[in-house]
């Protein structure tokens, strides 16, 4: 089932199907019939909420959990969400869900993933979170991005991303490539609203080759809604977020505003060719085979720890995604795997902008302590303190300017890392912007 816009022929053809429309013929003295008149579908057409169209924000096809451990398993339109329930009758939901099923839930998917080579607890309970994240998504107001890592090529990442799309629409994730190149911010935004605009429930970015950020992705991973302009014409159109952002690579790498955003599940066989591995599994199949089961295993997780009253399980909160940590994060703790969100501090380490502005911070603090000095005077420290320099180099590249450096000043100020922090120090007699770093 897919969503497509109305135009006034369609609803031509759709008047004429649900009433008979009739002409009086005044010569004859009777009445005919004839086509629907062209204003009334175009009427329609040009105010779609005339008759109060319900809203859909998303097409699922597989039962919801609620926030409050209800389950939706009947099919057809969900009038509190808004989301229309794609499924061909009303599913079995076994009658006692408690944490001895949600543990059994548990075991059963990590029993169909039995052969991936996770590098720790933390990488398995970010896979366990991807497949019940995927379920979740839509009655979520955000969720963080999965993304699935590996140092060789083979380990099974692409068919990670499967598993939890066949689970959560019945088919294969459609992917799509991360573009390079001087306009790679707008050429991603523009496939990210072209995801959204299609009703892409999964979103897989798949084999990135370079460090993975952007402002249209951050604001699809924390947002309830974009506003999107549609291609080739002035109109700009609300969309809800509610797809869930699945992102694979060698070694990949997530800058910036993304690393708050993202948990990762790193796989690591210890070999050099991965894909010749013998595994007697074809995990596919088998995930088509077993869905229905599979997709209640999944569901059971966050119901049970809902129906429990959400007992405190000591994780520290994670700004943004309270409603996920609540479903997902908290219900995985509650039987006893580790949380997920413990990858997202190996991935701020990663991090290459993190790691430069480290590096600044640093050797700016050893070369100056704290005393507030312009733009010009750590240039000039620079030319003759190569660790600084060499710092500067690492975070600017060959826009070691003045500007370039009073810009990432600008941009860095009150910034906290590693127990230092960038202060605006005031306007010198010369008129000119102070900056130190001093121990936060």
């Known amino acids: 089932m897919v969503l497509r816009p109305v135009s006034a022929a369609w609803l031509t053809h759709a008047l004429a199907r649900v009433a008979a429309w009739v002409r009086r013929d005044a010569r004859a003295g009777e009445w005919r019939p004839t086509d629907p008149p062209e204003r009334v579908a175009a009427i329609l057409a040009d105010a779609p909420d005339l008759a109060a169209w319900p809203p859909i924000r998303a097409v699922v096809r597989h039962p919801l959990v609620m926030p409050n451990g209800e389950i939706i398993a009947a099919p057809g339109y969900h009038a509190p969400t808004g989301i229309l329930v794609d499924v061909d009758n009303e599913w079995s939901i076994p009658e006692t869900i408690d944490r001895d099923a949600a543990r059994d839930a548990c075991d059963r998917l990590l029993e169909v993933l039995r052969h991936y ?23 979520l107001p955000a969720a963080p991005m999965h993304v699935i890592t590996s140092p060789e090529p083979g380990c099974g990442k692409s068919m990670l991303a499967d598993v939890a799309a066949i689970l959560a629409t019945g088919a294969h994730a459609p992917v799509m490539t ?30 990135i080759e370079r460090p993975l950020e952007g402002a249209a992705l951050a604001q699809l991973l924390t947002q309830g809604a974009r506003r999107i302009r549609l291609l080739g014409a002035s109109t700009a159109v609300t969309v809800a977020c509610t797809a869930m952002v699945v992102a694979t690579g060698i070694n990949l790498l997530v800058r910036g505003d993304l690393t708050r955003r ?24 088998e995930v088509r085979a077993r869905r229905r089961d599979l997709v209640i295993d999944a569901l059971t997780i966050p119901v049970a720890y809902l129906r429990a009253g959400t007992p405190d399980v000591g994780v520290p ?34 991090d290459t902008r993190r790691a430069a502005t480290r590096a600044v911070y640093a050797a700016w603090h050893a070369a100056l302590g704290e005393a507030p000095v312009t733009v010009a005077d750590l240039l000039a420290q620079a030319r003759q303190d190569p660790d600084l320099a060499a710092a500067l180099r690492d975070a600017f590249g060959d826009d070691v300017t003045a ?11 009150d910034r906290r890392v590693d127990g230092l922090v960038l202060r605006d120090a005031g306007i010198s007699r010369t008129r000119a912007r102070r900056w130190l770093v001093e121990r936060a």
Request: charged letters at 25%.
């Open 317 to 350: 909160p994670l700004g943004g995604y309270d409603a996920w940590s609540r479903m997902v994060r908290q219900a995985l703790v509650w039987l006893g795997e580790t949380d997920p969100c413990n990858t997202m501090e190996r991935t701020r380490e990663d």
């Open 117 to 139: 080579p996770w590098a720790t607890r933390a990488d398995q309970a970010v896979a366990l979170s991807l497949l019940v994240t995927a379920l979740a998504r839509p009655v």
């Open 262 to 285: 993202t948990v990762v599940s790193r796989l690591d066989p210890g070999l050099e060719r991965p894909e010749l591995r013998q595994i007697d599994q074809d995990l596919l199949a």
């Open 178 to 207: 991360w573009p390079e190149g001087r306009d790679a911010d707008a050429e991603s935004a523009k496939r990210i609203d072209a995801a959204q605009l299609a009703g892409d429930q999964i979103i897989a970015i798949d084999n």
């Open 403 to 413: 500007r370039g450096v009073g810009a990432w000043c600008a941009y860095h100020r």
